[in-house]
């Protein structure tokens, strides 16, 4: 089994609007790695080929708020773990599917929506990132923590996700 560990950390908002609030982004530990390290180990091959390596794991991860109710395995649809840098939501989305049976939560079929096989760039796979089995008791508690986290305005730090 995989370990799983849900971080908060501080975004600030980068805009003098006062729409535009600071915010907690969800950073996502997998047997204590960032899960953008092994997004990135397994994109680098295909951005190196389209001659853009740069390009391997360069994501954002989302809001707290708005990932976290998401991240329970009740939906069937796959669903976005990160969005481009940019800001934009919705931008250069990394996706895979959440599925659960009896006491094992799994993420499986990671995809890149704009390289899939259709793309006119290239098709990354990803058949090297996961699937990641997590024990059901352990994931609910991690995204218990970091729900009570969030709730109470308080970072975590990827030291403290143990």
């Not at 079929?109 to 352990?138: C, I, T």
Request: aromatic residues 12%.
């Amino acid at each position: 089994m995989n370990h799983i560990a849900f971080c908060l950390r501080r975004v600030n908002a980068a805009s003098e609007s006062p729409e535009v609030q600071d915010y907690f982004a969800l950073d996502i530990y997998v047997d204590d790695r960032n899960l953008l390290e092994h997004v990135r180990e397994c994109e680098e091959p295909f951005a190196s080929a389209e001659g853009h390596p740069d390009l391997a794991g360069k994501y954002e991860a989302l809001p707290a708020d708005s990932i976290l109710p998401d991240l329970s395995g009740d939906q069937e649809e796959k669903m976005s773990f990160y969005d481009c840098e940019c800001g934009c939501f919705g931008c250069w989305p990394l996706r895979a599917r959440i599925s659960k049976f009896q006491n094992v939560i799994t993420w499986s079929e990671f995809e890149q929506s704009h390289r899939g096989p259709e793309s006119k760039a290239s098709w990354w796979r990803y058949d090297k990132l996961g699937p990641f089995e997590f024990n059901v008791d352990q994931y609910v508690a991690a995204l218990a923590e970091a729900n009570t986290k969030l709730q109470t305005g308080g970072e975590s730090g990827k030291d403290h996700h143990r």
